[in-house]
């Protein structure tokens, strides 16, 4: 449907079979990341090694409720979106702490060097 | 050797692939009027390495030393449901509280950790020198 590719990583955007519920119809969206790596001939040896990662994952579902009249369903990982917050927040406060340390380490300096 | 693994690492890749959106999106479940969609994100890896060897002065037939190995894995995790009734189509979202919590106090203990010493370097500057 549609992809992009960087370097060892892959996205793409998926739309699988529809599904029908009822008389509305439901069109999963998934969106892929995978990433591929290989590296091959380390010093005179022949050695290869590859890696491969992939994750799907469902940002939302489109409903056709009635021919023409579509609607987009979003589907949130709030799990995801949590941890990511706590993420921030503990990067927020080790970046705060390390000013705080700094700002107080040159204020000793600077009240030891006064006469 | 290494274009077979390429070779297997490519097809991996695309069977994962086309079966990627049946594995987030689970089969409809209809339970009267209600129907339920279950919808996970679904992760998958694999590794794989193999070397050989011809030690010096050991050329010839069956001194070389040739080795590999490899492992994959799998992993699923629910995200959300999607209810859908005659009326009104509903997502709910399931939140993994147990991991959720562990991450908040590992990044208490972390802060508690880091500020500790801030206020013992502040404590430590308020001191007059005796």
């Known amino acids: 449907m549609w992809h992009m590719r960087c370097g060892p990583w892959r996205y793409r955007v998926e739309r699988g079979d529809?599904?029908?519920?009822?008389?509305?119809?439901?069109?999963?969206?998934?969106?892929?990341?995978?990433?591929?790596?290989?590296?091959?001939?380390?010093?005179?040896?022949?050695?290869t090694a590859q890696g491969a990662l992939m994750e799907s994952i469902a940002p939302m579902a489109v409903v056709l409720e009635r021919p023409g009249e579509r609607r987009l369903v979003p589907i949130l990982d709030l799990t995801r979106l949590l941890l990511w917050a706590i993420g921030g927040l503990c990067l927020a406060g080790t970046l705060r702490a390390l000013a705080a340390r700094r700002s107080l380490h040159l204020l000793s300096r600077s009240a030891g060097g006064e006469p | 050797m290494s274009d077979i693994v390429?070779?297997?690492?490519?097809?991996?890749?695309?069977?994962?692939?086309?079966?990627?959106?049946?594995?987030?999106?689970?089969?409809?479940?209809?339970?009267?009027?209600?129907?339920?969609?279950?919808?996970?994100?679904?992760?998958?890896?694999?590794?794989?390495?193999?070397?050989?060897?011809?030690?010096?002065?050991?050329?010839?037939?069956?001194?070389?030393?040739?080795g590999g190995g490899g492992g994959a894995g799998t992993h699923a995790r629910p995200v959300a449901v999607?209810?859908?009734t005659p009326t009104e189509i509903k997502v709910h979202p399931i939140i993994d509280y147990s991991r959720l919590i562990m991450a908040g106090v590992c990044a208490l203990v972390w802060l508690t950790f880091l500020w500790s010493g801030v206020l013992k370097k502040f404590i430590a500057s308020r001191t007059p020198a005796r």
């Open chain 1, 18 to 47: 529809p599904i029908q519920i009822g008389e509305s119809w439901l069109f999963p969206i998934v969106r892929i990341w995978s990433w591929r790596r290989r590296r091959a001939r380390i010093a005179s040896q022949s050695l």
């Open chain 2, 6 to 66: 390429s070779r297997f690492f490519q097809v991996f890749e695309e069977s994962r692939a086309s079966a990627s959106v049946q594995a987030v999106f689970g089969p409809p479940e209809t339970r009267g009027e209600v129907t339920v969609i279950p919808v996970a994100a679904v992760r998958y890896g694999v590794g794989f390495g193999m070397g050989a060897n011809t030690p010096e002065g050991t050329e010839g037939a069956g001194a070389q030393g040739l």
């Open chain 2, 82 to 84: 999607i209810e859908i």
